[in-house]
């Protein structure tokens, strides 16, 4: 008998990365002025011919439920550009549209993956990778990028870790929160290893929702272009980085035939039945309206300018380092030397149950610096032991940039600081 919850909410983990949230309304009321480094959205709203054309159709009585698929006229937008932009044909039966780009992560988890099989994502890496292989009890098999690759990885790194067990591969490229960009030549070899090693049914989830934010002229490509993989690979993207719309909820997936699309779909339909066609007819017009692209070049290039101006001043700090960032909009900085000198590594060796030190030093930014981030734990935990770093969010102006990492850099030097907030353990517990 037992327990209010049941065991399977057990299995999604405690890991969150909206709890920042709360840490900061608590910073704040403990009254510091909390510069918000941890955003991981653009700092521009929705525009304004997208917000015209949702309402429109809320106007117009377009407020009921639609094909659980998604509206035909936006999956055929999603496919044409898929199509055009992948030089591969994809036919809108293909398409499965989704309520951000969370879900189709999940179904496909749920879709493909049973327990004991092997599952390979990055790390670290967008979290929900790791929840969704915990919950449906797969075995996981955390791929750790490196910084000294730029966060890349090739058939060294995957070869040996994929075998006839090996049923999801997760790319994000560019990844959240590394900015590692893999190149065509790497995509090539993934696909050979994965045809040569992997389950014979196995899938390749491609988490492309940055790939508007490739930086220095250089092209975003995707596996699904590989000769073969078409036929493995589910390619799932969001509107909430390209076009701004987090809130909005809107997302969508492709999948290698007709009868995927409709298995994705059950998850859907049981839990939330279809996406707003309201939003879909606004996520439509985003997709189709040249001057929304016009709009998120001039975001790629205002990310790309703080990168440049922000990064040599993170660098410059004792003790941090930070790879430039080949895509997305974040700095993943290595702060293993400060957690070193503040004590941070040597308190978590002592007290195991404890947060680890690149958690503690990010805590302690925030309660005792003002500057909100997020620590290595919030990308994946399994196998993260000895290593430190936090991520800062480039979509924040540049003075609030050069405030937040001015305060770090007196963070990282306040070890009396450090030693009397390791006595709040209220704070960090
Ligand atoms: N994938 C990656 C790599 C992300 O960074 C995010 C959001 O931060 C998502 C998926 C989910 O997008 P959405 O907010 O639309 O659910």
């Known amino acids: 008998m037992g327990g209010l919850f049941s065991q399977r909410l057990a ?254 779909k059950s998850w859907s339909v049981n839990i939330y039945s279809c996406t707003p066609p309201f939003i879909q007819m606004a996520a439509r017009e985003a997709l189709d309206n040249p001057l929304n692209r016009e709009i998120t070049k001039n975001m790629r290039a205002r990310f790309q300018k703080r990168r440049d101006v922000i990064l040599p001043l993170i660098n410059a700090v004792g003790g941090m380092h930070c790879t430039q960032p080949g895509g997305a909009f974040y700095a993943f900085i290595n702060v293993a030397d400060i957690c070193k000198r503040l004590g941070a590594v040597e308190f978590s060796a002592r007290n195991s149950e404890l947060p680890p030190p690149s958690t503690l030093f990010q805590l302690f930014a925030l309660y005792k610096h003002g500057v909100a981030t997020l620590d290595r734990a919030a990308f994946g935990v399994v196998g993260s032991e000895g290593q430190h770093y936090i991520r800062i969010s480039l979509a924040s102006d540049i003075e609030a940039l050069k405030t937040g990492v001015s305060r770090l850099a007196k963070a990282s030097v306040d070890v009396n600081g450090f030693q009397a907030f390791l006595r709040q353990p209220e704070l960090y517990s």
Not at 64 to 73: E, I, N, R
Not at 133 to 152: D, F, I
Not at 202 to 228: A, C, K, M, T
Request: glycine share 6%.
């Open 11 to 264: 299995r999604l983990g405690s890991q969150n990365e909206f709890k920042i949230v709360d840490d900061i309304a608590k910073a704040e009321a403990m009254g510091q002025q909390v510069v918000r480094l941890n955003l991981g959205e653009p700092d521009n709203d929705s525009a304004d011919n997208i917000n015209d054309c949702a309402i429109d159709n809320i106007k117009s009585g377009n407020t009921h439920y639609c094909d659980p698929q998604g509206v035909m006229a936006f999956r055929e937008s999603i496919a044409g550009f898929v199509s055009k932009t992948r030089n591969v044909d994809v036919s809108p039966d293909q398409v499965l549209v989704t309520s951000g780009g969370k879900p189709p992560i999940a179904f496909s988890f749920l879709t493909y993956v049973n327990p004991g099989d092997e599952v390979i994502y990055p790390s670290p890496g967008f979290p929900a990778y790791e929840v969704w292989t915990n919950y449906v009890g797969a075995v996981p098999r955390p791929l750790h990028l490196e910084e000294n690759k730029s966060y890349r990885f090739d058939a060294t790194t995957l070869a040996p870790m994929v075998n006839r067990k090996t049923k999801l591969l997760v790319l994000n490229s560019p990844s959240n929160p590394t900015g590692g960009v893999l190149t065509k030549e790497d995509l090539a070899d993934i696909a050979k290893i994965m045809e040569e090693q992997a389950h014979p049914d196995y899938r390749i989830l491609s988490d492309e929702v940055y790939e508007d934010f490739v930086f220095d002229g250089n092209d975003h490509h995707s596996i699904i272009s590989q000769p073969g993989m078409k036929e493995r690979t589910i390619l799932m993207n969001c509107h909430s980085k390209t076009f701004a719309m987090t809130g909005w909820r809107i997302g969508y997936a492709v999948l290698p035939t007709q009868a995927e699309a409709q298995a994705l």
